[in-house]
T-cell receptor, first 111, second 115 residues
Framework: LAKTTQPISMDSYEGQEVNITCSHN???????ITWYQQFPSQGPRFIIQ?????VTNEVASLFIPADRKSSTLSLPRVSLSDTAVYYC????????????WGAGTKLIIKP | DGGITQSPKYLFRKEGQNVTLSCEQN?????MYWYRQDPGQGLRLIYY???????QKGDIAEGYSVSREKKESFPLTVTSAQKNPTAFYLC??????????????FGPGTRLLVL
């Protein structure tokens, strides 16, 4: 089972681009990388998912190098409302129950 | 309005009591999950169900039980055998993204407190 490693916390300022990196050295061939956002006392919310190279949607980009042993979530021009915990998850392409959630990265955006 | 609902938002349990947490989804998802989250921690899988009338234990199933009699519903019972039940409980259901694995969608959670 792939295990992920993320920084425990990060600070940034409004309007800045924030990059959160996740290490997943044991990722398997069929695994995907998925990122979730969680606000206090709420369920996690899906942000983005990718397999390789770059994926972009309306809220974030996900960069995955060729070896797929790490990935970087990029949040453009953050605002105070982006203060949350961000989880990196390696999701098995074959079996969804092989999910390991780490403690996530607590992102604090300052004015 | 499609989504996942959990009730109640807060639940209090007395010593030796069983309590049941409700989870309902109208997203027509086949798979459903229950997680436990302790303060400052990630989620830990309790049980999951990939189809009606079938469910599997997750990493921390001891002291919990589930049923899956309908596609829309996946209730979780916290039994008296669970000695440390105080936590935030999250229910999720999942749908495969095009070309990828299942992506989970979460309910708002139930906070369980022991009196």
């Amino acid at each position: 089972l792939a295990k992920t490693t993320q920084p425990i916390s990060m600070d940034s300022y409004e309007g800045q681009e924030v990059n959160i990196t996740c290490s997943h050295n044991n990722i398997a061939t069929n695994d995907y990388i998925t990122w979730y956002q969680q606000f206090p006392s709420q369920g996690p919310r899906f942000i983005i998912q990718g397999y390789k190279t770059k994926v972009t949607n309306e809220v974030a980009s996900l960069f995955i190098p060729a070896d797929r042993k790490s990935s970087t979530l990029s949040l453009p021009r953050v605002s105070l409302s982006d203060t949350a915990v961000y989880y990196c998850l390696v999701v098995g392409g074959d079996s969804n129950y092989q999910l390991i959630w780490g403690a996530g990265t607590k992102l604090i955006i300052k004015p | 309005d499609g989504g996942i609902t959990q009730s109640p938002k807060y639940l209090f349990r007395k010593e030796g009591q069983n309590v049941t947490l409700s989870c309902e989804q109208n997203l027509n998802h086949d798979a459903m999950y229950w997680y436990r989250q302790d303060p400052g921690q990630g989620l830990r899988l309790i049980y999951y169900s990939q189809i009606v009338n079938d469910f599997q234990k997750g990493d921390i199933a001891e002291g919990y039980s589930v049923s899956r009699e309908k596609k829309e519903s996946f209730p979780l019972t916290v039994t008296s055998a669970q000695k440390n039940p105080t936590a935030f409980y999250l229910c999720a259901s999942s749908l495969p993204l095009a070309g990828g694995p299942e992506t989970q969608y979460f309910g708002p959670g139930t906070r369980l407190l022991v009196l």
